[in-house]
C-alpha cells in the first residue's frame, strides 16, 4: 500500500442523530450527524405507518381476501 493517501481511521468516532441518540462506530470522520437512526426509525421501532392514498390498501386487501377464499 502507498503511504500517506488513505484516510485516518476513528476507532470511536461518534454519532449523533436529530432524535438525540448517539453511538459510537469506527469511521474515517471523528464526528457524524444523521437525520435517522435505528432508534427513531419506524421499520425498526414497530411504528411504522402506511400512507394510504386514494384507497390502495383497501383494494390489496379485498384482492388478497379474493384469493383466499
Known sequence: MKKDIHPEY????KVRC??????????????????VCSACHPFYTGQEKIIDTAGRVEKFKKRLAKKQK
Open 10 to 13: 476513528h476507532k470511536k468516532a
Open 18 to 35: 436529530s432524535c438525540g441518540n448517539s453511538f459510537e462506530v469506527g469511521a474515517t470522520q471523528p464526528e457524524i450527524q444523521v437525520e
